[in-house]
C-alpha cells in the first residue's frame, strides 16, 4: 500500500485530483453539516444573489420590512437556498456515479477476463456482441430508452449501464491477451493450475490497474451523462442532482434574470469533479497498468 | 593524432529526480583504421556510451560531459546543426537489427537512399547506384534494394542496417550489438563481413557486444567497462592471454567453450551496482574475493600498466599478474569445476522419457490466396528419443528447429498431433487433464524469460508457494514456510528475498526463482528450456553450475534445451541436434562435439564463437543462410545447404543409423 502511495505521489496531477476529489466526496457527505437552512425552508426573496449575512432592509414600494437570510450562494425562483441544496444534489451525483460506475466496471471486467482468457468462439460470440453495442448511436438510444423508461434516477442509471460496460470489456479483454502471452502464465500450466487459479492469481491481478483506472474515468462519464440526461429533463425532480439544479435553472429562466449563482456552482463542481477524476485515472493508467512490452 | 578522442566522458540519466551515472568519466582513443571493442555485462553503460558519441541521448533524459574530439573539432559543444553534419557523415551508428531498427512501409533501397540524400548533395539517380553498390559491399543481392525488410532474413537485414551505415563513407562506424539477435552460422557471416569491411575501406569502429568472444575475432583492442567505468584496456592478443584485472579474468573465466576442455565455470556471484549511488571504491569490491579496505575506500585510477595496457585496480602487484587459470584465483572464488567427463554416474538404462515418433505441425493463419491450400509449419516432425534416469539430454539447434516445441509437448503444453510420450513407461499423451495433473508433479519445467516469468503484482514468497497452493500441499503452518525458506537458501538467495517483487530482482536472480518454483514439489525431470540464453557470461555459468549442483543433490533427470553448443558441451550427458523438425545427429557430447558426421553439425561446430581469436574462424562457413521452412523440402532437409548433397539427398529422406556404438546420425552419404 505504502509503495502503491510512493508511486503515485510522483504524479503532481494526480496529487491534485485526488486532493478535489476529497474534499467534494467530503463535502457531499457532510452535505446536512454544511447545510445553512432546511431543504424545504424558502425565503421570501427569489432570485437572489448571493449574501453572507443576515440582514433586513426595507421594501422600496411597500410598506413591510424585507428579511434576508444569508444565501451563500443566493436563491432560485422559489426562494430555496442554493448552498445547501447544492450539496444535497451532490449527493445524488456522486451516488450515480459510484453506484453505476461499480456495475459497469465489473460488468465490464467479468465479460473481458472471461472472453480474452478462454478466447474462441466464446470470445467471438462477447466481443461481436460488444462491437454491435458499440456502433449504436448512443445518445440518442440513450435518451429514446430513458424517455421509454419514464423520467427518474433509475432509468438513467439503467441507460448509462447498458452502454457502458461495452468499453471496459473491450480494454480489458485486450488487456488479457496481452498478459495470457507472458511466461508466468504459461509456468502456472505447466504447474498444473487450474483455469480458476489462472485467472484469480495471476491474470485478474494484472488487469486491476486497467479496471480501476477505468472505474474512475467512469464516474467522471456517468457523472456527465447524468448531468446531460437530467438537463434535458428525464431527471427526477423530486431528487434533484446537479444535472437537474442545470435543467431547473434553465427552464425557471436563471439564464434571462442572469442569476449566475444558480447555474455557475454546480456547473463548475461538475467539472472538477469530471477533472479530478480524469487525472486520477490517467495517473493510475500511466503508472499502474502494465504496458505492452518493455525495452 | 588520434581520430577519436574521448576525454572524461559522463552519461548521466534523470529517472524522477535521481541521477543514474550510466557513464562515469570515460576516456579512449581511436585511431584511423582501428578496430576497439567495448565488453561488459547489461547494464554498464557500454550502450549509453556509444548513444553518447552519436549525441543521442535526449536533453530531457539526461546530459552528456566531457569532451569528444573527433580530429581535434569538440562534438559536445558544437551546436546541433553543425553537428548533424558530422553524424553519419563521420561517425554512423549500426544498431541491433530486430525489426523495429528499418521502417516496414518503406522499401530497404528508400531507406538507404535516404540517408544518403539527407547527408550528400547528390540526385536521386546517383543516390540509387550508390545503394546498389553498397549491397553489393555488404554482399546482398542488389537486385533485392526494392524488397521490404519482412522479404529479408535477419542476416540480411543487419547487412542492410550496416550498408546504411557505410552509406555516407563515415570514418568511424559503431556497431552495437549488430549480431545479438541472430543464429550462430549468421553470425559468423556478418562478422566476417564486419571484418572485410574494416580491412577493405580502413575503416574504424567501435564494436559493442556482450560476448567477449565475438569482439576478439573482429578487434584489434578491447575494452572491459563495469559499472560505467573502464577497469581495463589491451589489445586483444593481451586481454586473452593475460586478464589483469579480476572482473576480467571472472569474466573469461564463465566462458563455455567447445573448444577447450570440458568444465563448468562458477560464474562471478551478486550482480552489479545501482548506478543511482554507486559504492565509493572500486565498483568492484562487492563482487571481488581480492577485496582489501583500500578497495572500499578509493576508486582505483585507470593506470598505464604496460604500454598501451590500462587497468584499474589497487592490488594488481598482490594478486599477481599471472594467467587467468592460476591457483590462486581458484583457491580464493573456489571456481571448483564439476567434473563432468569423469563423473562416476551409472548411466541406468530405465527410461524416464521415451518420445516415440511425434508430430506436431502449427497451421499458418494466411493462405496463399484465398483459395490457396492451408500451410503447416512442421515444428516437430517425427522425433523419438529415450532420456534416461539421471541424465542431462541437449537439445540444441538454431531458431525455428522445434527444439522448444519439443520441451513444450513433453508437458503437455502444447498438443500433441500424433505420437505419443511416455513418463516412466506409462502414455502421458493421450491422458485426462486430471490426470496430467499428478504427472505434472514429477515433471517440471524452467522458462527462457526471466523479464517475464515471474507474476509482477506478487511476491517471490507467493511464486515458490505457488505450487504447492496449486497440489493442494500448501498449508498455513511452518512447515510450509520452512520449506519455502530452505528453496531459497538451496537456490541461493537471501532470505529477505521472500517479501520482495519481481521488479526488485535482476535477470539472475529471477531465474534463480524460477529454479526455486521448479523444484519446490521434488519433481524427478525438469525440461530446461534456454533457461540462460538470456543471461549475462557470468550470471549464465552461476545458474548452469547451480543447476547441475541441484541435479546431483537431487538426483534428477534434465532435457536441456538450448542453442549455445558451449552450454550443451558442458553439461549435457548426450546430445540431440535438430533440424527443421527432426533430429539430424544424436550421440554423447563428446562425441558430436568432437566426431560430429553430419555435415549440419559440423557446421554449427564451426561457427560456435571460440573464445580465443582465431583467424581461421568462420573460413569454412559457406555463404548463404539456414533457410526457415514452413514446408521442408523433399529428401533430406538439409541438402539445399549441404556441401556435399548428391542427387540422391535431393529425393531420399535419410533416417536416424546407428553409425557408431550410440552415435546416430540422418545422413545416407558419411
Same mark, same amino acid.
Given at each position: 500500500?505504502?509503495?502503491?502511495?510512493?508511486?503515485?505521489?510522483?504524479?503532481?496531477?494526480?496529487?491534485?485530483?485526488?486532493?478535489?476529489?476529497?474534499?467534494?466526496?467530503? =463535502?457531499?457527505?457532510?452535505?446536512?453539516?454544511?447545510?445553512?437552512?432546511?431543504?424545504?425552508?424558502?425565503?421570501?426573496?427569489?432570485? %437572489?444573489?448571493?449574501?453572507?449575512?443576515?440582514?433586513?432592509?426595507?421594501?422600496?414600494?411597500?410598506?413591510?420590512?424585507?428579511?434576508?437570510?444569508?444565501?451563500?450562494?443566493?436563491?432560485?425562483?422559489?426562494?430555496?437556498?442554493?448552498?445547501?441544496?447544492?450539496?444535497?444534489?451532490?449527493?445524488?451525483?456522486?451516488?450515480?456515479?459510484?453506484?453505476?460506475?461499480?456495475?459497469?466496471? *465489473?460488468?465490464?471486467?467479468?465479460?473481458?477476463?472471461?472472453?480474452?482468457?478462454?478466447?474462441?468462439?466464446?470470445?467471438?460470440?462477447?466481443?461481436?456482441?460488444?462491437?454491435?453495442?458499440?456502433?449504436?448511436?448512443?445518445?440518442?438510444?440513450?435518451?429514446?430508452?430513458?424517455?421509454?423508461?419514464?423520467?427518474?434516477?433509475?432509468?438513467?442509471?439503467?441507460?448509462?449501464?447498458?452502454?457502458?460496460?461495452?468499453?471496459?470489456?473491450?480494454?480489458?479483454?485486450?488487456?488479457?491477451?496481452?498478459?495470457?502471452?507472458?511466461?508466468?502464465?504459461?509456468?502456472?500450466?505447466?504447474?498444473?493450475?487450474?483455469?480458476?487459479?489462472?485467472?484469480?492469481?495471476?491474470?485478474?491481478?494484472?488487469?486491476?490497474?486497467?479496471?480501476?483506472?477505468?472505474?474512475?474515468?467512469?464516474?467522471?462519464?456517468?457523472?456527465?451523462?447524468?448531468?446531460?440526461?437530467?438537463?434535458?429533463?428525464?431527471?427526477?425532480?423530486?431528487?434533484?442532482?446537479?444535472?437537474?439544479?442545470?435543467?431547473?435553472?434553465? *427552464? %425557471?429562466?436563471?439564464?434571462?434574470?442572469?442569476?449566475?449563482?444558480?447555474?455557475?456552482?454546480?456547473?463548475?463542481?461538475? =467539472?472538477?469533479?469530471?477533472?479530478?477524476?480524469?487525472?486520477?485515472?490517467?495517473?493510475?493508467?500511466?503508472?499502474?497498468?502494465?504496458?505492452?512490452?518493455?525495452? | 593524432?588520434?581520430?577519436?578522442?574521448?576525454?572524461?566522458?559522463?552519461?548521466?540519466?534523470?529517472?524522477?529526480?535521481?541521477?543514474?551515472?550510466?557513464?562515469?568519466?570515460?576516456?579512449?582513443?581511436?585511431?584511423?583504421?582501428?578496430?576497439?571493442?567495448?565488453?561488459?555485462?547489461?547494464?554498464?553503460?557500454?550502450?549509453?556510451?556509444?548513444?553518447?558519441?552519436?549525441?543521442?541521448?535526449?536533453?530531457?533524459?539526461?546530459?552528456?560531459?566531457?569532451?569528444?574530439?573527433?580530429?581535434?573539432?569538440?562534438?559536445?559543444?558544437?551546436?546541433?546543426?553543425?553537428?548533424?553534419?558530422?553524424?553519419?557523415?563521420?561517425?554512423?551508428?549500426?544498431?541491433?537489427?530486430?525489426?523495429?531498427?528499418?521502417?516496414?512501409?518503406?522499401?530497404?533501397?528508400?531507406?538507404?537512399?535516404?540517408?544518403?540524400?539527407?547527408?550528400?548533395?547528390?540526385?536521386?539517380?546517383?543516390?540509387?547506384?550508390?545503394?546498389?553498390?553498397?549491397?553489393?559491399?555488404?554482399?546482398?543481392?542488389?537486385?533485392?534494394?526494392?524488397?521490404?525488410?519482412?522479404?529479408?532474413?535477419?542476416?540480411?537485414?543487419?547487412?542492410?542496417?550496416?550498408?546504411?551505415?557505410?552509406?555516407?563513407?563515415?570514418?568511424?562506424?559503431?556497431?552495437?550489438?549488430?549480431?545479438?539477435?541472430?543464429?550462430?552460422?549468421?553470425?559468423?557471416?556478418?562478422?566476417?563481413?564486419?571484418?572485410?569491411?574494416?580491412?577493405?575501406?580502413?575503416?574504424?569502429?567501435?564494436?559493442?557486444?556482450?560476448?567477449?568472444?565475438?569482439?576478439?575475432?573482429?578487434?584489434?583492442?578491447?575494452?572491459?567497462?563495469?559499472?560505467?567505468?573502464?577497469?581495463?584496456?589491451?589489445?586483444?592478443?593481451?586481454?586473452?592471454?593475460?586478464?589483469?584485472?579480476?572482473?576480467?579474468?571472472?569474466?573469461?573465466?564463465?566462458?563455455?567453450?567447445?573448444?577447450?576442455?570440458?568444465?563448468?565455470?562458477?560464474?562471478?556471484?551478486?550482480?552489479?551496482?545501482?548506478?543511482?549511488?554507486?559504492?565509493?571504491?572500486?565498483?568492484?569490491?562487492?563482487?571481488? @574475493?581480492?577485496?582489501?579496505?583500500?578497495?572500499?575506500?578509493?576508486?582505483?585510477?585507470?593506470?598505464?600498466?604496460?604500454?598501451?595496457?590500462?587497468?584499474?585496480?589497487?592490488?594488481?602487484?598482490?594478486?599477481?599478474?599471472?594467467?587467468?587459470?592460476?591457483?590462486?584465483?581458484?583457491?580464493?572464488?573456489?571456481?571448483?569445476?564439476?567434473?563432468?567427463?569423469?563423473?562416476?554416474?551409472?548411466?541406468?538404462?530405465?527410461?524416464?522419457?521415451?518420445?516415440?515418433?511425434?508430430?506436431?505441425?502449427?497451421?499458418?493463419?494466411?493462405?496463399?490466396?484465398?483459395?490457396?491450400?492451408?500451410?503447416?509449419?512442421?515444428?516437430?516432425?517425427?522425433?523419438?528419443?529415450?532420456?534416461?534416469?539421471?541424465?542431462?539430454?541437449?537439445?540444441?539447434?538454431? $531458431?525455428?528447429?522445434?527444439? $522448444? $516445441?519439443?520441451?513444450?509437448?513433453?508437458?503437455?503444453?502444447?498438443?500433441?498431433?500424433?505420437?505419443?510420450?511416455?513418463?516412466?513407461?506409462?502414455?502421458?499423451?493421450?491422458?485426462?487433464?486430471?490426470?496430467?495433473?499428478?504427472?505434472?508433479?514429477?515433471?517440471?519445467?524452467?522458462?527462457?524469460?526471466?523479464?517475464?516469468?515471474?507474476? @509482477?503484482?506478487?511476491?517471490?514468497?507467493?511464486?515458490?508457494?505457488? @505450487?504447492?497452493?496449486?497440489?493442494?500441499?500448501?498449508?498455513?503452518?511452518?512447515?510450509?514456510?520452512?520449506?519455502?525458506?530452505?528453496?531459497?537458501?538451496?537456490?541461493?538467495?537471501?532470505?529477505?528475498?521472500?517479501?520482495?517483487?519481481?521488479?526488485?530482482?535482476?535477470?539472475?536472480?529471477?531465474?534463480?526463482?524460477?529454479?526455486?518454483?521448479?523444484?519446490?514439489?521434488?519433481?524427478?525431470?525438469?525440461?530446461?528450456?534456454?533457461?540462460?540464453?538470456?543471461?549475462?557470461?557470468?550470471?549464465?555459468?552461476?545458474?548452469?553450475?547451480?543447476?547441475?549442483?541441484?541435479?546431483?543433490?537431487?538426483?534428477?533427470?534434465?532435457?536441456?534445451?538450448?542453442?549455445?553448443?558451449?552450454?550443451?558441451?558442458?553439461?549435457?550427458?548426450?546430445?540431440?541436434?535438430?533440424?527443421?523438425?527432426?533430429?539430424?545427429?544424436?550421440?554423447?557430447?563428446?562425441?558430436?562435439?568432437?566426431?560430429?558426421?553430419?555435415?549440419?553439425?559440423?557446421?554449427?561446430?564451426?561457427?560456435?564463437?571460440?573464445?580465443?581469436?582465431?583467424?581461421?574462424?568462420?573460413?569454412?562457413?559457406?555463404?548463404?543462410?539456414?533457410?526457415?521452412?514452413?514446408?521442408?523440402?523433399?529428401?533430406?532437409?538439409?541438402?539445399?545447404?549441404?556441401?556435399?548433397?548428391?542427387?540422391?539427398?535431393?529425393?531420399?529422406?535419410?533416417?536416424?543409423?546407428?553409425?557408431?556404438?550410440?552415435?546416430?546420425?540422418?545422413?545416407?552419404?558419411?
Amino acid at each position: 500500500m505504502f509503495k502503491w502511495w510512493a508511486k503515485y505521489r510522483k504524479s503532481k496531477v494526480g496529487v491534485a485530483g485526488l486532493i478535489v476529489f476529497v474534499l467534494i466526496t467530503l =463535502a457531499v457527505i457532510l452535505a446536512p453539516v454544511l447545510a445553512t437552512t432546511d431543504l424545504e425552508e424558502t425565503s421570501v426573496v427569489n432570485f %437572489e444573489p448571493p449574501t453572507f449575512s443576515h440582514h433586513t432592509h426595507d421594501h422600496p414600494y411597500r410598506d413591510e420590512i424585507v428579511e434576508h437570510g444569508t444565501h451563500l450562494l443566493g436563491t432560485n425562483a422559489v426562494g430555496e437556498d442554493l448552498w445547501s441544496r447544492i450539496w444535497h444534489a451532490g449527493r445524488i451525483s456522486l451516488l450515480i456515479g459510484v453506484v453505476a460506475s461499480v456495475i459497469i466496471t *465489473s460488468t465490464g471486467t467479468i465479460v473481458g477476463l472471461v472472453a480474452g482468457y478462454f478466447g474462441g468462439i466464446v470470445d467471438e460470440i462477447l466481443i461481436r456482441f460488444v462491437d454491435m453495442m458499440m456502433v449504436l448511436p448512443r445518445l440518442p438510444m440513450m435518451i429514446l430508452m430513458a424517455a421509454f423508461l419514464g423520467p427518474g434516477i433509475p432509468s438513467i442509471m439503467f441507460v448509462i449501464i447498458v452502454f457502458g460496460w461495452t468499453a471496459p470489456a473491450r480494454s480489458i479483454r485486450a488487456q488479457v491477451l496481452s498478459v495470457k502471452q507472458r511466461t508466468y502464465v504459461e509456468k502456472a500450466r505447466s504447474i498444473g493450475g487450474s483455469k480458476r487459479h489462472i485467472i484469480w492469481n495471476h491474470i485478474f491481478p494484472n488487469v486491476s490497474g486497467v479496471a480501476v483506472a477505468y472505474l474512475i474515468l467512469e464516474i467522471m462519464r456517468v457523472i456527465m451523462l447524468e448531468a446531460a440526461l437530467s438537463f434535458l429533463g428525464l431527471g427526477d425532480p423530486q431528487t434533484p442532482s446537479w444535472g437537474m439544479m442545470l435543467f431547473f435553472a434553465q *427552464s %425557471e429562466g436563471a439564464f434571462s434574470m442572469e442569476a449566475w449563482w444558480w447555474f455557475v456552482p454546480p456547473g463548475l463542481l461538475i =467539472a472538477a469533479l469530471g477533472a479530478s477524476c480524469n487525472f486520477i485515472g490517467t495517473t493510475i493508467n500511466d503508472r499502474f497498468v502494465l504496458k505492452v512490452k518493455r525495452g | 593524432m588520434s581520430l577519436l578522442n574521448v576525454q572524461d566522458l559522463k552519461t548521466y540519466y534523470l529517472v524522477d529526480t535521481a541521477e543514474v551515472k550510466a557513464v562515469d568519466g570515460v576516456s579512449f582513443t581511436l585511431d584511423k583504421g582501428e578496430s576497439i571493442g567495448i565488453a561488459g555485462e547489461s547494464g554498464c553503460g557500454k550502450s549509453t556510451l556509444a548513444l553518447s558519441l552519436m549525441r543521442l541521448i535526449d536533453k530531457r533524459d539526461g546530459k552528456i560531459q566531457g569532451e569528444i574530439l573527433l580530429d581535434d573539432q569538440p562534438l559536445i559543444a558544437m551546436p546541433m546543426d553543425e553537428f548533424r553534419k558530422v553524424r553519419w557523415k563521420r561517425i554512423s551508428y549500426v544498431a541491433q537489427s530486430a525489426m523495429g531498427a528499418l521502417n516496414p512501409v518503406h522499401n530497404i533501397g528508400s531507406q538507404i537512399i535516404e540517408a544518403i540524400r539527407l547527408h550528400v548533395n547528390c540526385t536521386k539517380q546517383e543516390a540509387f547506384e550508390r545503394a546498389a553498390e553498397l549491397l553489393r559491399q555488404v554482399k546482398v543481392d542488389p537486385s533485392r534494394i526494392k524488397s521490404f525488410p519482412h522479404e529479408l532474413s535477419g542476416g540480411m537485414r543487419q547487412r542492410v542496417m550496416i550498408a546504411m551505415g557505410l552509406a555516407c563513407d563515415p570514418d568511424i562506424m559503431i556497431c552495437d550489438e549488430i549480431t545479438t539477435a541472430l543464429d550462430v552460422i549468421t553470425q559468423v557471416q556478418v562478422l566476417g563481413l564486419l571484418k572485410s569491411l574494416q580491412a577493405s575501406l580502413n575503416l574504424s569502429t567501435i564494436v559493442i557486444s556482450h560476448e567477449l568472444p565475438i569482439l576478439g575475432q573482429v578487434c584489434n583492442r578491447i575494452i572491459i567497462m563495469y559499472a560505467g567505468k573502464i577497469v581495463e584496456m589491451a589489445d586483444t592478443a593481451e586481454m586473452f592471454k593475460e586478464p589483469k584485472h579480476p572482473y576480467t579474468r571472472f569474466l573469461l573465466d564463465s566462458l563455455m567453450d567447445i573448444r577447450l576442455p570440458r568444465r563448468i565455470p562458477e560464474g562471478i556471484e551478486g550482480s552489479p551496482p545501482n548506478l543511482i549511488n554507486p559504492p565509493i571504491g572500486c565498483r568492484f569490491w562487492l563482487r571481488c @574475493p581480492y577485496a582489501q579496505a583500500i578497495c572500499q575506500e578509493k576508486e582505483p585510477p585507470l593506470k598505464e600498466e604496460a604500454p598501451k595496457r590500462y587497468v584499474a585496480c589497487h592490488l594488481l602487484e598482490s594478486i599477481g599478474v599471472s594467467k587467468k587459470k592460476e591457483p590462486s584465483l581458484v583457491e580464493v572464488a573456489p571456481s571448483q569445476p564439476l567434473d563432468v567427463a569423469t563423473d562416476s554416474r551409472k548411466l541406468t538404462t530405465d527410461a524416464v522419457v521415451t518420445v516415440s515418433d511425434i508430430y506436431k505441425y502449427f497451421r499458418v493463419r494466411a493462405r496463399r490466396g484465398l483459395f490457396g491450400k492451408r500451410r503447416y509449419v512442421h515444428a516437430v516432425d517425427g522425433i523419438n528419443f529415450e532420456v534416461n534416469k539421471g541424465e542431462t539430454f541437449g537439445l540444441v539447434g538454431e $531458431t525455428g528447429c522445434g527444439k $522448444t $516445441t519439443v520441451g513444450r509437448l513433453l508437458l503437455g503444453l502444447e498438443k500433441l498431433d500424433r505420437g505419443a510420450i511416455y513418463f516412466k513407461g506409462s502414455d502421458i499423451s493421450h491422458i485426462k487433464s486430471s490426470q496430467m495433473k499428478d504427472v505434472r508433479r514429477h515433471a517440471q519445467m524452467i522458462f527462457q524469460d526471466p523479464f517475464s516469468s515471474l507474476n @509482477p503484482m506478487k511476491n517471490i514468497f507467493w511464486a515458490i508457494a505457488e @505450487p504447492l497452493r496449486v497440489h493442494g500441499i500448501y498449508k498455513d503452518g511452518s512447515d510450509t514456510k520452512d520449506k519455502i525458506a530452505e528453496m531459497l537458501e538451496t537456490v541461493g538467495l537471501q532470505q529477505d528475498f521472500q517479501s520482495k517483487l519481481p521488479d526488485e530482482l535482476s535477470g539472475g536472480e529471477k531465474q534463480r526463482v524460477g529454479i526455486a518454483q521448479a523444484l519446490a514439489l521434488d519433481p524427478e525431470f525438469i525440461v530446461c528450456d534456454e533457461p540462460v540464453s538470456m543471461l549475462d557470461a557470468s550470471i549464465k555459468a552461476g545458474v548452469v553450475s547451480l543447476l547441475m549442483k541441484l541435479k546431483q543433490q537431487n538426483d534428477l533427470t534434465y532435457i536441456f534445451v538450448t542453442h549455445e553448443l558451449g552450454v550443451a558441451y558442458a553439461i549435457c550427458d548426450r546430445v540431440a541436434v535438430m533440424y527443421a523438425g527432426k533430429i539430424v545427429e544424436l550421440a554423447s557430447t563428446e562425441q558430436i562435439i568432437k566426431e560430429a558426421l553430419h555435415p549440419y553439425t559440423q557446421l554449427l561446430i564451426a561457427a560456435s564463437p571460440p573464445l580465443y581469436p582465431d583467424d581461421t574462424w568462420g573460413s569454412t562457413i559457406p555463404s548463404g543462410e539456414v533457410p526457415f521452412y514452413i514446408e521442408p523440402p523433399d529428401g533430406c532437409r538439409f541438402h539445399p545447404r549441404c556441401v556435399n548433397a548428391k542427387d540422391a539427398c535431393k529425393e531420399e529422406e535419410p533416417g536416424l543409423k546407428e553409425a557408431a556404438p550410440g552415435h546416430f546420425v540422418a545422413c545416407d552419404i558419411i
